[in-house]
């Protein structure tokens, strides 16, 4: 049974956008910190960016200035605004606790960036 539940990904051309979702149970929620992580082709799982339960963002540096990581109370709702899309950004993205723990892995929703 997997905790988290991605959604939003597609394939978009290059400097595109997408909203990735990441539906939340209530008990995580509140206490704690919540990341996207993402797994490029023959890549490690990376860590992309987290958000803190006060709504403190870290953004890490390849995606810095392209990525807005934020979340909604009232629905229990990661989520992660990505502009500017490269082919560089093709990856499963997947949502976990921070530090991540692997037995909370999700699906993951699927990105491609291609034109």
């Known amino acids: 049974q997997a905790y988290f539940v991605e959604s939003g990904g597609g394939s978009v051309q290059p400097g595109g956008s997408l909203r990735l979702s990441c539906a939340v149970p209530?008990?995580?929620?509140?206490?704690?910190?919540m990341a996207w992580y993402r797994e490029a082709p023959g890549k490690q799982r990376e860590f992309v960016a987290r958000i803190a339960p006060n709504g403190n963002p870290l953004i890490t540096l390849p995606v810095k200035g392209r990525v807005k990581i934020s979340k909604d109370n009232a629905q229990n709702m990661v989520y992660l605004q990505m502009y500017d899309l490269t082919p560089e950004d093709t990856a499963v993205y997947y949502c976990n606790v921070y530090p991540r723990v692997d037995a909370y892995w999700g699906r993951g929703t699927q990105v491609t960036v291609s034109s």
């Open positions: 209530e008990n995580f929620f509140s206490v704690a910190v």
